[in-house]
């Protein structure tokens, strides 16, 4: 009896524990020249963040509410509080600024479950006013794989990844499926007015045709996209279902191959004629994939030198699973990475030699998002602990 007694004692402090995070290690970096530190804690389940000036960021917390971070403040009062539905990888998920506009995505509820995109004005506080329905995208039948991520364009469009949903039509590659219809898709629309970038890749004759916003199909699972801010290419991460966790360059009609290839097409049994191939569409093999997942989420170039030089415009990704980030160096042309391990020469990691090759940090549970701050720092968003790290040197 008193054993049992103990045992239960033992499993009520591991729960206790793990509820305060007691049992996460502390971020720490490999660089000793690097420190990383909390900036900000107390945010509840954080999946995306924006650095609105020098003194304000904008974190989103799953469940639906903006959180205003000021002078490194966490305010009490959300700035917006978005009713959405939670399931499993749904919720509130992205945010950016294009002009004097922020736009959220957010998993709502409006007659039938749609993955919405908002737009506000920022107004002076920061404030977000006169809120608008912009866009709204697929959410269904999948509880998982809701896309969700926004990126400014260099040219002030906006960039939004959706999730495959586990639909099998044309955005997957199926070719008998039904019609594009904008899930699995990397999409550029014009913040103005949500009508397709002027210079996106498939036109179609019908004005209301997806593929007229795509910048990218055959995406699976994407919680990242990054721009490169050297030459203003677009990256993006997805997950693979247990292996080949990949980092693509997306250039304009990017196909990624799911959901007949993850990872490198010669590992499929499949060839390129096998896929959906729309017309002026490019497949191409990941940079560099992960054969067995991690749980990939963001990318973010760092645009500063705040690190050191050899820092400097590196691309930084984070993943979910082991709570670590990973660097890497471009090349000159920038359309690919330098690796130090010649184990990375077949672009697949392969296993934990490998692995560690390109670790930068460790320790940060459950990576959302990773910014440049304004004060050209590196900021990481940590789910799990419900903090933003900043790294300097
Ligand atoms: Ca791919
Ligand atoms: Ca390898
Ligand atoms: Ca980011």
Do not use: C
Request: hydrophobic residues 35%; without cysteine; charged residues 20%.
């Amino acid at each position: 009896m008193k054993k049992l007694f103990a045992i239960s004692l033992l499993i009520f402090t591991i729960a206790i524990m793990l509820q305060n995070n007691l049992l996460y290690a502390e971020p720490s970096l490999k660089d000793p020249n690097l420190k990383v530190e909390a900036f900000v804690s107390g945010i509840a389940s954080p999946t995306s963040m924006l650095f609105v000036d020098e003194n304000n960021i904008l974190v989103l917390e799953k469940d639906g509410n903006v959180r205003l971070v000021s002078n490194g403040m966490l305010q009490s009062q959300p700035l917006v509080s978005l009713s959405v539905d939670i399931k499993n990888e749904r919720g509130l998920l992205g945010i950016e600024k294009v002009g004097e506009n922020v736009f959220l995505y957010a998993t709502v509820k409006d007659g039938h479950l749609v993955n919405r995109i908002y737009k506000y004005t920022l107004a002076p506080g920061p404030e977000l006013t006169n809120e608008q329905g912009f866009m709204d995208l697929p959410a269904t039948p999948g509880t998982n794989h809701q896309g969700g991520k926004l990126v400014a364009s260099n040219d002030g469009y906006l960039y939004s990844v959706t999730g495959e949903l586990q639909r099998n039509g044309k955005d997957q590659n199926i070719i008998n499926g039904p019609d594009p219809d904008f899930s699995g898709a990397i999409l550029k629309t014009n913040a103005n007015d949500g009508s397709p970038a002027p210079n996106n890749p498939f036109k179609s004759d019908n004005s209301n045709d997806p593929v007229n916003w795509y910048q990218a199909y055959g995406i699976r699972n994407s919680f990242g996209l990054g721009i490169d801010p050297v030459d203003g290419a677009l990256w993006d991460t997805e997950n693979g279902e247990k292996a080949f966790d990949e980092i693509n360059l997306v250039s304009p009609g990017f196909n990624s191959g799911w959901k007949l290839t993850m990872g490198p097409i010669s590992e499929s049994g499949i060839s390129q004629d096998d896929l959906v191939n729309f017309p002026d569409s490019n497949y191409k093999d990941p940079i560099l994939s992960f054969r067995n997942s991690i749980g990939i989420t963001d990318i973010e170039f760092l645009n500063s030198d705040k690190l050191g030089t050899e820092y400097a415009n590196n691309a930084f990704v984070g993943d979910f699973s082991y709570g670590n980030l990973y660097r890497f160096e471009l090349n000159e042309e920038r359309v690919d990475f330098k690796f130090d391990d010649p184990g990375l020469e077949d672009r697949v990691v392969d296993n934990s030699k490998e692995l560690d090759s390109v670790i930068f940090g460790e320790g940060f549970s459950g990576i959302t998002d990773i910014n440049t701050g304004p004060d050209g720092l590196l900021y990481v968003l940590s789910f799990e602990d419900g903090t933003i790290y900043r790294i300097s040197k």
